[in-house]
């Protein structure tokens, strides 16, 4: 790992001309140390099949933020941009190996940020990594999406949700809505996207209590990959039969 030049670059990243933002040197310094940790860890559990310097500053830092820059920068011209919740508590839904809240934890640690997972396993070893890197305003849980947004601890409390690569977008947005306080925000974390996608989310959210705000095409910084970022926006309460049971909103997304 330290002799990995993607790591040892000062700057591995043009920050400005990416999110319109730059990192602090304890910010940089507490990435790299979230790369160590990560591969220490992932000799022994599979937490991420990225394991090389550039993939993660690509897909694991820059794709991580990228979906929360209307708050690194909130000067830039987002539709959502002008009315922005203030976050006081986030969560990563489907976190795997942490991605994209750990990153998000660590340029935002004023935010208590969940990570949910329904792997066991992965939740233990990221509860390990957190107090390792001394991050206590992150808080790894085990549970499905399903079952958390019906509990009267998590139903409701999130002012932000972030989703990354989970589900078809219409679950997702099942998944996230019942989580979100009245003006909430959720970003989906998407690689190719339709105007189908576009219509079929647009129903759901009627359904949901909610409303597309924007998509954000993007490209990533070094293979020049397709994202979208899809921003919703939670508008009325989430009906209480929402989320359906586990396995529902995937094998039969509202239409």
């Known amino acids: 790992m330290a002799s990995d030049p993607w790591l040892l670059t000062p700057m591995p990243l043009d920050w400005w001309n990416l999110l319109h933002w730059e990192p ?8 790299t140390r979230l790369y160590e940790t990560l591969m220490r860890i992932n000799q022994s559990v599979n937490l991420t099949r990225l394991t090389h310097g550039q993939e993660f500053w690509e897909k694991h830092i820059w794709d991580s933020l990228i979906g929360i820059q209307p708050w ?3 000067d830039h011209p987002f539709a959502c941009g002008s009315d922005l ?3 006081h508590a986030a969560i990563d839904i489907g976190t795997g190996g942490g991605f ?4 998000v934890a660590i340029v935002r640690p004023q935010w208590q940020v969940t990570l949910l997972d329904s792997i066991q396993k992965k ?8 107090k390792q890197l001394q991050m206590p305003h992150v808080h790894p849980h085990c549970d499905r999406a ?6 009267p601890d998590h139903r409701s409390h999130y002012d932000l949700a972030l989703i990354r690569a989970v589900a078809h977008p219409v679950a997702c947005a099942e998944y996230c809505l019942p989580l979100l306080n009245l ?4 970003v989906l974390y998407r690689g190719q996207w339709t105007l189908a996608e576009e219509h079929h989310l647009s129903l759901a959210l009627q359904q949901l209590g909610g409303e597309l705000v924007e998509i954000v095409p993007l490209q990533t910084p070094y293979t020049a990959s397709q994202r979208h970022c899809i921003y919703l926006r939670k508008t009325q309460p989430t009906p209480s039969h929402y989320p359906r049971r586990p ?9």
Not at 123 to 130: H, I
């Open 247 to 255: 396995g529902v909103p995937v094998r039969k997304p509202l239409a």
């Open 100 to 103: 994209p809240g750990l990153p």
């Open 72 to 74: 690194l920068s909130p």
């Open 85 to 87: 919740p203030l976050i």
């Open 24 to 31: 602090s040197p304890d910010q940089l310094q507490r990435f």
């Open 123 to 130: 939740v233990t070893c990221l509860a390990d990594l957190v």
């Open 146 to 151: 399903e079952v958390l947004g019906h509990h």
């Open 183 to 186: 003006t909430g925000i959720a």
